[in-house]
């Protein structure tokens, strides 16, 4: 009996191993898929592209994908929590108008970014307020918010375009370099880092993802459900507020028809970069290495010269490859797992 027992121990010691194995292997992919496909693509630029490893190419790439990744390290949270804003693109374009306006009356330069900024989380705040207390649904709210904002932007100066003289120090924010690194793009790697690890390691980040896990659940746990959810639509007006303020630095003036559409380029690297889009799983890594992806793919069409028409059919077309291959991943882990 004994050596019976002895014989088996290894043999069932051996399959609890391999499934083990296997289980961190699935868990493995799919925490780093994308990143996996964000390295292939990068390698396939390079061989067809030598331009593409050009240290100012690299500088430009992170450049232009830093604004839209701002908005969506902000958007990730509200997915997160199973919502939607909509409204991002108005709030970035009206923050951007507002700080371009200040600035041209003389106001010290701290202040107007500050109060660009307080617009900005202020009406993302209102809105998320709208939605959790009166109970409507956000995609409504903010629906009607992109409407609204645009119009507010708009009013400011009659359509027209806002900054005929904007100080040069503000200017630098949105066009310096630190190095070979476009300030920008260190701005939105801030953002990111500081966003990972308010999730990972506060109350708040908790809250996040028990409110997009089971709503109901964490009301009865004692979860302020209704506070988290205006707080981050709050937070998702905030990051849209510094995107137009980088904007309006770059540009060196304040354009009331910027951002249009980015809500949904915002949308598309939170669900690319593997949040769910009904909340509780996912973080602002993934959304990082989503946008830079989108980014890589522009830049590698801009330099084989592809026209723009064919570049939103092939990158729509890499978009939903890419969820697909998620979704298979996440399915196979899940039989694994299970």
Request: net charge neutral.
């Given at each position: 009996?004994n050596e019976?027992t002895?014989?088996?121990?290894p043999?069932?010691?051996?399959?609890?191993s391999?499934?083990?194995?296997?289980?961190?292997?699935s868990?493995?992919?799919?925490?780093?898929?994308?990143?996996?496909?964000f390295?292939?693509?990068?390698v396939?630029?390079?061989i067809?592209?030598?331009?593409?490893l050009?240290?100012?190419?690299l500088?430009?790439?992170?450049?232009q994908?830093?604004?839209t990744?701002?908005i969506?390290?902000?958007?990730?949270?509200?997915?997160?929590t199973s919502?939607?804003?909509?409204?991002?693109g108005?709030?970035?374009?009206?923050?951007?108008?507002?700080?371009?306006?200040?600035?041209?009356?003389?106001?010290?330069?701290?202040?107007a970014?500050?109060a660009?900024?307080?617009?900005?989380?202020?009406v993302g705040?209102l809105m998320?307020?709208?939605?959790?207390?009166?109970?409507?649904p956000?995609?409504i709210?903010?629906?009607?918010?992109?409407?609204a904002?645009?119009?507010?932007?708009?009013?400011?100066?009659d359509?027209?375009?806002a900054?005929?003289?904007l100080p040069?120090a503000f200017t630098?924010i949105?066009?310096?370099?630190?190095?070979?690194?476009?300030?920008?793009?260190l701005?939105?790697?801030?953002?990111?880092v500081?966003?990972?690890?308010?999730?990972?390691?506060?109350?708040?980040?908790?809250?996040?993802?028990?409110v997009?896990?089971?709503?109901?659940a964490a009301?009865l746990s004692g979860?302020?459900v209704?506070?988290?959810?205006a707080?981050?639509?709050?937070?998702s007006?905030?990051?849209?507020?510094?995107?137009?303020?980088?904007l309006?630095?770059?540009?060196?003036i304040?354009?009331?028809?910027?951002?249009q559409?980015?809500?949904?380029d915002?949308i598309?690297?939170?669900?690319l970069g593997?949040?769910?889009?009904?909340g509780?799983?996912?973080?602002?890594?993934?959304?990082?290495?989503?946008v830079?992806?989108?980014?890589?793919?522009?830049?590698?069409?801009?330099l084989?010269g592809i026209?723009?028409?064919v570049?939103?059919?092939?990158?729509?077309?890499i978009?939903?490859?890419?969820?697909?291959?998620?979704k298979?991943?996440?399915?196979?882990?899940?039989?694994?797992?299970?």
């Amino acid at each position: 009996m004994n050596e019976t027992t002895k014989s088996t121990e290894p043999e069932t010691q051996s399959v609890a191993s391999a499934t083990t194995w296997k289980q961190r292997s699935s868990s493995w992919l799919i925490k780093g898929n994308l990143l996996i496909v964000f390295a292939v693509i990068c390698v396939v630029a390079a061989i067809l592209s030598p331009d593409f490893l050009a240290t100012r190419n690299l500088a430009n790439l992170l450049q232009q994908s830093s604004l839209t990744g701002i908005i969506a390290v902000g958007m990730t949270l509200v997915i997160l929590t199973s919502g939607i804003d909509l409204a991002v693109g108005s709030i970035a374009a009206l923050s951007g108008m507002i700080v371009a306006i200040l600035l041209d009356i003389a106001l010290p330069i701290p202040v107007a970014i500050l109060a660009a900024l307080i617009v900005g989380a202020g009406v993302g705040l209102l809105m998320g307020a709208v939605s959790a207390w009166i109970r409507l649904p956000a995609f409504i709210v903010t629906l009607a918010g992109l409407t609204a904002v645009r119009g507010w932007a708009y009013t400011l100066t009659d359509g027209r375009p806002a900054g005929s003289d904007l100080p040069e120090a503000f200017t630098i924010i949105g066009g310096g370099y630190i190095g070979i690194l476009p300030l920008t793009g260190l701005i939105f790697i801030g953002v990111t880092v500081i966003t990972a690890l308010i999730l990972r390691y506060t109350t708040f980040g908790e809250y996040v993802y028990a409110v997009g896990s089971n709503e109901e659940a964490a009301r009865l746990s004692g979860v302020p459900v209704n506070w988290i959810k205006a707080a981050v639509f709050g937070f998702s007006g905030l990051t849209a507020a510094i995107a137009g303020v980088l904007l309006t630095s770059r540009l060196t003036i304040g354009q009331p028809t910027a951002f249009q559409g980015a809500e949904l380029d915002a949308i598309a690297a939170v669900v690319l970069g593997g949040t769910n889009l009904f909340g509780g799983r996912g973080g602002v890594g993934g959304t990082f290495i989503a946008v830079l992806l989108l980014s890589v793919l522009k830049n590698l069409f801009n330099l084989l010269g592809i026209g723009s028409f064919v570049q939103m059919v092939a990158t729509g077309l890499i978009l939903v490859l890419a969820l697909i291959l998620n979704k298979v991943i996440d399915a196979r882990a899940t039989a694994v797992g299970s």
